[in-house]
């Protein structure tokens, strides 16, 4: 059982762990998984200690796994959504936590549509903050059991093919899995319309594609995103039917990939859209395993950020 | 009241420079020599100090009427005082519009009952800043309106744009563009690029700022009007002002502070206090800037005094307030333009007061019989900027604890002391 301890009190982007700390997240996530398979889902580690959900944004997946990652580990959890909040009374979002925070909570996860939102409470307050989502900024706890996921079908990340296909400009998930990827020596590409590129995308990554065909030739991992058909408006791109031949994902192109590559996709899924099928419910898929997974990184990030070990 | 200045360096670039003694009485200049006998009811020793002509600042953000809670006109003017400012243009978009001749002529009345520096109002191009229907430029000047501006935000229309540099010309007033096509700016918040990217933050292409500038300066050029540009931040824009003033077109152009100090590397950590409308750019942009005050393509350093309180900055990035304080940063930060052999300190006071004087068609030479508006500076002794010694009602800055020189010690409006420094012994 590992012994290192987890110094941070805030968990806010992939790129402030280290590899090492990676690593600690997804062997407690691990370990934690099994106690999911119980009968009687629940631990104490974190008996007393108040976690507050502060989602700004919809969310089911997110959301649910971090009340059940909370609630596994015997932690009492409040969930505030913008509709619920005095924000919508014209309290200053600084006002709301400060609020909060006199509550004594041990923990704020909060999910954000603006970027920065997470570093801007962490800053303000003492408890632990945790980035649940913000803007297109980052998703640290995706990318984590994203990593965990691959890691446990492939045992080492080091050296694959991971491509990310989809709208990387306005994708949080796509910035932090680039990140936590390539810093545990991964080499990811990035794949879709050159309307849904960021500027300076090619720095950050191996290879840029416009097209899903050559992108996902030779690939280890594929990480669809889901495309928000609201784009369309953006002149982004012109039709769906378009967007899945040219960036979509289907069985006749999956096999330029490697044979044991693994399909992926944060959820929700647009089927037909982004990815057919057929592919979704495949042999290659984990998009499930991926959501078992998030709950068991989520539980092991509750009990780092607590100084907890298992 | 009489003051005289005694051994003060006189630098009024093109006019006169050297050390001789100064004596004030009512309000104006009546002789500058050495070693004036007559004597004052205040006089000043300023050996070693540098006396110039009042700075100027042809874009500052007063918050009343609308806003007071931000910066009214009284903390406007003193803290414009402090920055060695004798006059200071106010913009039209506060919270009530300066869109007719009654705000204007409120925002005169206001001003002078403080007798500190003059508040030269800017009147709007279009009502309620709308972009839909001129405002009634003549009406405006009568109550004292000096230009035209729609500033915060474009005239997104080119026929009425066209129309109001073709009407301007009418009340020989001018129009000052604050360019940006909105449609690239999008939902933008800073520079776009890598850093955008990274943060996670939709980002505004230079474009944004360029193409616009080209559409107003060939607009200028087809309507034979005089145009000011506002806070050109971008290396496209300065080549463009270039290109036209070669051309002939009657166009000037102000930077301000914050775009030759910093680049985008200040919005790190999500500092909603580099924030602003242009966005700081990149290291290439911040040069093309600095050329472009050394050859004379930028006319004018303005402050773009935007005051803003902690509600509209210590918020998220996203959704906080564009703009930072300058009155009282201006001068120190752009003296370290002089400290690093950029611009001469004569050129700094061209940019900072020579040069908007002649764009808002005011003659202050330093010369017998003019108005007293004057500041000295201290150009020798460190220090550290303070945000808490503002005299604004607002301390949204990025340049809180940078280590500067230029200080303004006194500053001497129509002829009475508006500012003197704390440190200062008379």
Same mark, same amino acid.
């Given at each position: ?310 | ?25 009512? +309000? ?267 050859? +004379? ?63 808002? +068609? ?65």
């Amino acid at each position: 059982m590992t012994k290192a301890i987890f110094k941070k009190k805030d968990l806010l982007n992939i790129a402030s762990l280290s590899k090492e700390e990676i690593l600690l997240i997804i062997n407690t996530a691990t370990q934690m998984k099994e106690i999911s398979e119980r009968d009687i889902k629940k631990v104490p580690t974190l008996k007393g200690k108040t976690i507050i959900l502060f989602f700004y944004e919809p969310s089911t997946r997110t959301k649910t796994s971090f009340d059940i990652a909370a609630k596994r580990l015997s932690a009492d959890t409040i969930s505030i959504s913008s509709s619920t909040s005095s924000i919508v009374k014209g309290e200053t979002l600084l006002d709301t936590v400060r609020n909060l925070e006199a509550m004594k909570p041990h923990t704020i996860i909060v999910r954000h549509s603006s970027a920065g939102v997470p570093d801007f409470l962490a800053k303000n307050l003492n408890c632990s903050v945790i980035n649940a989502g913000d803007g297109m900024h980052a998703h640290p706890t995706q990318a984590l059991l994203d990593i965990m996921t691959v890691k446990e079908k492939k045992k080492t990340i080091k050296g694959l093919n991971v491509v990310i296909i989809g709208d990387i400009a306005h994708s949080r998930v796509a910035r932090s899995n680039i990140k936590g990827f390539s810093k545990m020596g991964a080499k990811v590409s990035v794949a879709g319309p050159p309307t849904m590129m960021p500027q300076g995308i090619e720095k950050m990554c191996h290879k840029v594609f416009y097209n899903s065909n050559d992108a996902v030739k030779n690939a280890d991992v594929i990480i669809m995103l889901r495309v928000q058909r609201e784009r369309q408006k953006n002149f982004l791109f012109p039709s769906e039917r378009e967007y899945f031949e040219v960036f979509g994902l289907n069985k006749e192109k999956l096999k330029k990939a490697k044979k044991d590559v693994l399909i992926m996709h944060p959820g929700p899924i647009n089927r037909g859209l982004e990815i057919s099928n057929d592919i979704a419910d495949g042999k290659n898929s984990i998009i499930l395993e991926q959501v078992t997974n998030g709950v068991a990184i989520r539980m092991a990030i509750l009990s780092l950020l607590a100084g907890k070990k298992i | 009241m009489s003051i005289k200045i005694k051994n003060a360096n006189i630098v009024d670039p093109e006019n006169f420079e050297g050390v001789a003694d100064i004596l004030i009485e009512k +309000g104006k200049v009546v002789q500058i020599a050495n070693n004036i006998k007559k004597k004052a009811k205040t006089e000043i020793e300023a050996k070693g100090l540098v006396l110039t002509p009042g700075l100027i600042d042809v874009h500052t953000h007063l918050r009343e009427p609308g806003e007071e809670y931000k910066e009214t006109i009284e903390s406007g003017v003193n803290a414009a005082a402090r920055g060695g400012f004798t006059t200071i243009c106010a913009m039209p978009n506060t919270k009530l519009v300066n869109d007719n001749a009654q705000i204007t002529k409120y925002i005169i009345d206001k001003a002078n009952s403080y007798k500190k520096t003059t508040v030269l109002p800017i009147g709007a191009i279009t009502f309620g800043l709308n972009g839909e229907k001129l405002t009634e430029f003549g009406y405006l000047k009568k109550a004292g309106a000096v230009a035209f501006s729609d500033d915060g935000k474009p005239v997104a229309d080119i026929e009425l744009m066209r129309r109001a540099l073709e009407y301007s010309k009418a009340f020989n007033l001018f129009i000052i563009s604050h360019s940006e096509e909105l449609k690239l700016t999008n939902k933008g918040v800073m520079n776009e690029g890598a850093l955008a990217t990274e943060m996670g933050l939709p980002g505004i292409p230079n474009l944004a700022e360029s193409i616009a500038i080209k559409r107003d300066v060939e607009l200028a050029k087809l309507t034979n009007s005089k145009l000011h540009i506002a806070h050109i931040s971008t290396k496209d824009s300065v080549e463009i002002i270039r290109d036209a003033k070669k051309k002939g077109v009657n166009v000037t152009a102000e930077t301000a502070p914050h775009y030759f100090t910093l680049t985008e590397e200040a919005v790190k950590g999500y500092n909603t206090n580099a924030k602003m409308s242009p966005p700081l750019r990149n290291k290439k942009d911040r040069d093309a800037i600095i050329k472009g005050l050394q050859d +004379g393509t930028i006319d004018i350093i303005a402050t773009d005094h935007a005051p803003h309180s902690s509600l509209e900055k210590n918020i998220d990035f996203e959704s906080a307030a564009n703009g930072i304080i300058g009155l009282e940063t201006s001068f120190p930060i752009s003296y370290l333009l002089v400290e690093k052999n950029f611009l001469s300190f004569s050129t700094l006071i061209k940019k900072m007061s020579k040069n908007p004087a002649k764009l808002l +068609g005011i003659n202050n030479d330093i010369k017998p019989n003019a108005k007293a508006n004057l500041t000295i500076f201290d150009l020798k002794k460190p220090y550290k900027i303070d945000k808490h010694s503002f005299l604004s009602k607002s301390q949204n800055t990025p340049f809180n604890n940078f280590n500067v020189t230029g200080k303004p010690v006194l500053t001497i409006v129509n002829g009475k002391i508006a500012y003197i420094d704390p440190s200062f012994s008379l």
